[in-house]
């Protein structure tokens, strides 16, 4: 899905066990850049050792760097503009 973030247009992701379908959330798994945590499947391990909920929402900004904003703070943070689920 796209939303403005901080302003700027952004590729954004809601994080669930579903299938995923957005190529950038394919390609970050391909390169291990993202990964399910092994001891709790809820839990989304980023190769720099950051981690994300289900639910919670991952936006890669233009530059390619990825933030996360939880699901209690996306209507203040995110301007969904198309919303594919």
């Known amino acids: 899905m796209q939303a403005k973030f901080k302003g700027k247009l952004v590729d954004v ?13 394919k390609q970050a798994f391909e ?3 993202l990964s399910w945590n092994e001891r ?3 839990v989304l391990n980023f190769e720099s050792g950051d981690l994300a909920l289900v639910g919670d929402f991952l936006v ?17 943070k995110l301007d969904i503009l198309e919303f594919n689920m």
């Open 13 to 25: 992701w809601k994080i669930s066990h579903r299938p995923v379908y957005e190529t950038w959330v």
């Open 31 to 33: 390169k291990s850049i």
């Open 60 to 76: 890669r900004e233009q530059s390619g760097e990825f933030q996360v904003v939880s699901e209690e703070r996306v209507s203040q």
């Open 40 to 42: 709790n499947q809820n």
